[in-house]
Every structure is written in structure tokens, then in C-alpha cells.
């Protein structure tokens, strides 16, 4: 494709046996002896294959991802993220409760910029750019015309580097567009429990990027 030339030539398929960073590799295996039904491994992006649309989140929740084996599913971030999706078409059910509850996606796919359960939630920028190779691949993937939203500002960046693009050049903002060479990057907040507690981000300003997200994909 015409963006190959702008990605980083490492770019890697999503590995479930990963244990490149060992800091998070030695953390998914405290929390597997406590939690031994719990995922505690990589996890993979979920949805469409073929989709257009690429949502970007941080990295997986302890009781979230980190338990279910799927981005956003099982903890408070997803219960905004997939009422909006299903409202806006892109899911078929609005609340994603665990890995075999039937829901799908469509023309969407959800992927995290680092794809481990980070301590305290914060990688390091030397683990945001340890996993970028993996989601450098998912970019190469999409089609022409695809429309990614990164949330939050650490998923903006990981986008942004995985298309060897300037960070200083697409500013962070909530609701901020910016066409790329055959691609739109939207910005949002993330639809994390404190954002939306303290109304950073509320329902209809999640909306409001969604409505951009469909008109983007609308062409």
C-alpha cells in the first residue's frame, strides 16, 4: 500500500506469547497466582478484520481486558465505549460483558496502544515503544480510507509513531481531525472511569466524535 513507505520496517503481528518487556511480563504473573482464571497475557485487537474503523485505547484494565481476554470488556471504560458503538452501528449488542457473550463488531476493531496490563495502569515509554511494532502492523492493514481514534493522549502518540509522523506537528485534542496520507486520525478523551465521573468526557461529547468518526468513513 501507498502508506508502506512511512512505517517502521519492524512492524510485527500480534504476539499472545510476548514477553519482550519483563517488567510487565513479571506483573501479568503476579496477578495470574492471584487471579488464575483471569487472562494475564497480551491481548489481541478485537473485531472486524477488514474494518475501516480502528479504535486505539491505552493499554488493558486489571479487571477489564487483563481478565477477559477483550479490549474494553468487563470494567468501567467500556460501558460508555460500547453503548456508543452500538448506537452508531458499529456493534451488535451496546454492553460487552465477557469473551463468549456473542457480541460482534462492525466495520470496527478495537486495539491498545501497548497490549499488556501496564502497574498502576502507566507504562513506560520504553514499553509504549517496545509493543508500537505490533500496532505499526494493524495500521499497515487498513484500508484506504480507514478512520482510527485514538483514546486519550498516550494512544494518539503511539499512532503517530507507528506512522513515523511528527507528534509536534498533530497536536492532541479532544475531538481534533487530521487527515493523513489515505487515513483520518480523530482524537478523544478516554472513556476512562475518571473522565467521564468527573465529566470531562460526557455522552455527548463521545457522541459528537462518533458523528465526525461516520461522516470521515461516509467520505
Known sequence: GLRCGQLRMSSEKFDTSCRRCSRLGDFLDQIKAQHPSYHCAPVPPFGDPNARFLLVGLAPGMHGANATGRPFT?????????????????????????????LSLIDCRITNAVKCLPPANKPTGLETRTCNPFLASELRDLPQGAVILALGGLAHGAVLRALDLRASEYRFGHGAVFPLEGLTLIDSYHCSRYNTNTRRLTAEMFEAVFRQVRRCLAG
Open 74 to 102: 468487563g470494567d468501567h471504560a467500556g460501558i460508555l465505549l460500547y453503548q456508543t458503538l452500538y448506537r452508531f452501528g458499529f456493534s451488535s449488542r451496546p454492553e460487552s460483558v465477557d469473551s463468549n457473550d456473542g
